[in-house]
């Protein structure tokens, strides 16, 4: 059984004020018995990895360019992110595949980038819901699940989240039977392709709260959460964290 994962993505939130919630969090979770990753916006890493050193809390990054180093202003690379201290990143979330038009063959290339960097990716997937009501959400999701991940993809160095772009920052959540399914199809094209693919972490996303944690962290496949809303406040995520130790973290 991999160890469980408590991702939290605070997107375009969060200055120097907000690294209080870290500092709580890590002393909340001092032996935490499940991985607790934080990605912070990009100006805050350094700082939280420096106030995270020798606790249990892991520091990520939301997104990374493809190319190592070069002429692309404003963006920022993976060994430069790794320097400043994420061990992991998130890539192809919702948000940078609408908002930056990121494609599957984009994901993958940052993918590559982020392993050569040393870092763990963590892979979104996820369909609309007018995907989903024209009966093609596993179409979608394993789409993007074979296009974005990379043939040297390891349950090391990859982890996968599905986020139903519905459920995100709406307060809908998936039903239960909803996540088992998709998480049960990302298993089977995972064990498929990779000779490690049934310990390939595979995280829920979407409205996961402190209320609705412990269902969802039972159905099988799911071995944590990529928390949005739900992981900016230390009282918020912390029992998420909870409910993960408790399904068996
Ligand atoms: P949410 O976001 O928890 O606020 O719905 C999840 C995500 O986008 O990763």
């Given at each position: 059984m991999p160890v469980k994962l408590a991702a939290g993505n605070w997107k375009m939130n969060g200055t120097g004020d907000s690294l209080v919630q870290i500092e709580e969090l890590a002393a909340l979770h001092r032996t935490a018995t499940c991985d607790v990753l934080i990605c912070p916006p990009a100006t805050l890493i350094a700082r939280a990895a420096i106030l995270t050193e020798g606790t249990d809390i892991l520091i990520g990054a939301q997104d990374c360019h493809?190319?190592?180093?070069?002429?692309?202003?404003g963006d920022l690379s993976a060994p430069m992110l790794a320097d400043a201290g994420a061990a992991h990143v998130i890539l192809g979330h919702s948000e940078r595949r609408a908002?930056?038009?990121?494609t599957s063959e984009d994901v993958h290339a940052k993918v590559l980038a982020a392993h050569e960097a040393g870092m763990t990716a963590i892979i979104c997937v996820g369909e609309t819901l007018e995907e989903r009501e024209a009966g093609r959400t596993l179409d979608v999701v394993l789409g993007q699940l074979a296009g974005s991940?990379?043939?040297?993809?390891t349950a090391g160095n990859t982890v996968i989240a599905y986020e139903p772009v519905w459920a995100i920052g709406t307060g809908k959540v998936a039903t239960l039977d909803q996540i088992a399914d998709v998480h049960g199809a990302i298993r089977a094209a995972l064990k498929d392709r990779f000779a490690d693919g049934d310990a390939m972490r595979i995280l829920y996303g979407g409205s996961v709260k402190p209320g609705n944690a412990a269902e969802i962290f039972?159905?099988?496949?799911?071995?944590?959460a990529l928390v949005?809303?739900?992981?900016?406040?230390s009282a918020d995520f912390s029992p998420i964290v909870a409910a993960l130790e408790a399904a068996g973290g």
């Amino acid at each position: 059984m991999p160890v469980k994962l408590a991702a939290g993505n605070w997107k375009m939130n969060g200055t120097g004020d907000s690294l209080v919630q870290i500092e709580e969090l890590a002393a909340l979770h001092r032996t935490a018995t499940c991985d607790v990753l934080i990605c912070p916006p990009a100006t805050l890493i350094a700082r939280a990895a420096i106030l995270t050193e020798g606790t249990d809390i892991l520091i990520g990054a939301q997104d990374c360019h493809a190319a190592a180093s070069g002429a692309h202003t404003g963006d920022l690379s993976a060994p430069m992110l790794a320097d400043a201290g994420a061990a992991h990143v998130i890539l192809g979330h919702s948000e940078r595949r609408a908002d930056h038009g990121e494609t599957s063959e984009d994901v993958h290339a940052k993918v590559l980038a982020a392993h050569e960097a040393g870092m763990t990716a963590i892979i979104c997937v996820g369909e609309t819901l007018e995907e989903r009501e024209a009966g093609r959400t596993l179409d979608v999701v394993l789409g993007q699940l074979a296009g974005s991940t990379p043939e040297a993809a390891t349950a090391g160095n990859t982890v996968i989240a599905y986020e139903p772009v519905w459920a995100i920052g709406t307060g809908k959540v998936a039903t239960l039977d909803q996540i088992a399914d998709v998480h049960g199809a990302i298993r089977a094209a995972l064990k498929d392709r990779f000779a490690d693919g049934d310990a390939m972490r595979i995280l829920y996303g979407g409205s996961v709260k402190p209320g609705n944690a412990a269902e969802i962290f039972a159905v099988d496949n799911v071995d944590g959460a990529l928390v949005g809303g739900a992981s900016l406040k230390s009282a918020d995520f912390s029992p998420i964290v909870a409910a993960l130790e408790a399904a068996g973290g």
